[in-house]
């Protein structure tokens, strides 16, 4: 994956996670919303995170380990 694809899915989690924490912190969504946005976003925020520091900054794709 090239960093710039990474950096997508980074960033609307992270987006996802503070407009969530916003609205409820302006109680405009309810408590389970806001919880629900954060269990769904949270992990994509980690394996994006992940994914975007083992990317390389050329055209390369990461590597098939095996299995």
């Known amino acids: 994956m090239k960093r710039t694809t990474v950096t997508y899915g980074l960033a609307a989690s992270a987006l996802v996670i503070a407009v969530a ?30 994914l975007w520091w083992r990317a390389p900054g050329g055209e390369e794709d990461i590597p098939f380990i095996g299995y």
């Open 21 to 50: 924490w916003g609205l409820l912190a302006a109680s405009l969504i309810p408590l389970w919303a806001a919880e629900t946005a954060i269990v769904i976003a949270f992990p994509v925020l980690v394996l994006s995170l992940a």
